[in-house]
C-alpha cells in the first residue's frame, strides 16, 4: 500500500511539471540560493510552434522616460536600442538556430529592432501581469504600435515602476513573458524593469558582495543590466513562445538555465565584459547549448 501511496505521488508530481511547463520554472529559479537554476540536463521539444524567421522586437518605454525625468534616460534608451538592433545575426543570437521545430526548420537566428513608443503611466506605478498585456495591447491598438503577429513586444519600465506580481526585484525570479491578443492577432510581450529600482537584485552582476556598485561595460548600470535581462528574455520568447516549445522537465527554458552564468570576461573601461556587439562591449548572461555530447551554457554559438 505504502509503495503505490509513493507512486501515485511520483506520478502526480509528473503531471504537475508536465502540464505547467515554462511556468514552473519561476518557482524553480526562486528556489535556488545562488539564483542559478543550471541542471545540466538537455531541454527537450514539445511539439509547439517557435518564432521562425527574423522577429521585429518593438519597445514600449513606460513610466517617464522623457526630458522631464532625471538625467541619463536617453542614454540609457540609447544603449538598449543599440542593444536590440545589432544582436540579431550574432554567434550569440545564433544559439536560438539551433532549436528545431515539429518539421526540422529553425529560427533564423535574426532581429531586427522596429522602433518604439512611449507610455506614460497608463496603469500606474505597479504592475500585474495583465498590467503588462494591457500596454501592449493598448499600444497596437491605438496604433502607436505596428499589428505584427511575428513580433516580440518589450515594456521596458522607468525606475519608479515596480511589478512585484511578476517578481521583478525578487531574488531568483525569472523575468517576465506572456501571450496576448490584439487585434485579433495572437501577441508575444515580455517585461524588462529598469535595474536602478533594485541593483542588487536586477544588477547584481554588477554589485560586489558589501554591496559597492561596480563599474559596466558603457557607464550605464539601468541600461548595462537591462540588456542582459532583454537577452534572456528574447530566447526564451524565440524558442518557447507560447509554452509549448522548448523547456526541460524542471519547465526551465533555453536562457533560463544559465540564469546569472556570464563565463570569462575580459575588462574595458574597468568593468567586465564578453560579448562585443555594434561597437558596444555588453556583460550578457549566456544561452543553453543544448548539445547530444554535452549541454552547456555558453555566449556563442560555436562554443
Not at 552582476?205 to 554591496?211: C, E, H, P
Request: charged content about 15%; proline content about 5%.
Amino acid at each position: 500500500m505504502r509503495s503505490k501511496r509513493i507512486s501515485s505521488i511520483i506520478l502526480a508530481l509528473a503531471m504537475t511539471v508536465a502540464l505547467c511547463g515554462p511556468t514552473f520554472a519561476q518557482s524553480a529559479a526562486s528556489q535556488s540560493g545562488s539564483g542559478r537554476v543550471n541542471t545540466t540536463t538537455r531541454i527537450t521539444y514539445h511539439d509547439g510552434p517557435l518564432m521562425y524567421g527574423t522577429s521585429n522586437v518593438y519597445f514600449v518605454w513606460y513610466g517617464c522616460w522623457d526630458e522631464t525625468c532625471r538625467a541619463g534616460n536617453t542614454a540609457t534608451q540609447r544603449i538598449i536600442e543599440e542593444f536590440a538592433s545589432s544582436v540579431g545575426g550574432s554567434p550569440y543570437f545564433q544559439i536560438n538556430a539551433m532549436y528545431p521545430g515539429a518539421w526540422g526548420n529553425t529560427p533564423s537566428g535574426g532581429l531586427i529592432y522596429g522602433g518604439a513608443t512611449f507610455d506614460r503611466y497608463s496603469h500606474g506605478l505597479e504592475l500585474t501581469a495583465a498590467d503588462i498585456r494591457g500596454i501592449v495591447e493598448d499600444g497596437i491598438e491605438s496604433n502607436q504600435l505596428p499589428t505584427d503577429p511575428f513580433a516580440i513586444y518589450v515594456v521596458l519600465a522607468s525606475a519608479d515602476v515596480s511589478s512585484n506580481a511578476t517578481g521583478f526585484c525578487i531574488p531568483g525570479a525569472l523575468p517576465h513573458k506572456g501571450v496576448g491578443e490584439a487585434l485579433g492577432s495572437q501577441i508575444r510581450y515580455a517585461f524588462v524593469g529598469n535595474a536602478l529600482r533594485c541593483p542588487s537584485v536586477a544588477a547584481s552582476q554588477f554589485v560586489a558582495s558589501n554591496g559597492t556598485l561596480l563599474p559596466t561595460p558603457n557607464g550605464n548600470l539601468a541600461a548595462d543590466a537591462m540588456v542582459s535581462t532583454l537577452a534572456h528574455l528574447l530566447n526564451v520568447i524565440v524558442t518557447n513562445p507560447s509554452g509549448g516549445g522548448w523547456f526541460d522537465r524542471y519547465g526551465l527554458q533555453n536562457a533560463d538555465k544559465c540564469f546569472g552564468q556570464f563565463g570569462p570576461t575580459w575588462l574595458v573601461n574597468g568593468a567586465r565584459a564578453n560579448l562585443k556587439l555594434g561597437g558596444r562591449d555588453y556583460l550578457i548572461q549566456h544561452n543553453w547549448v543544448n548539445s547530444d555530447k554535452k549541454p552547456h551554457c555558453a555566449i556563442n554559438s560555436s562554443l
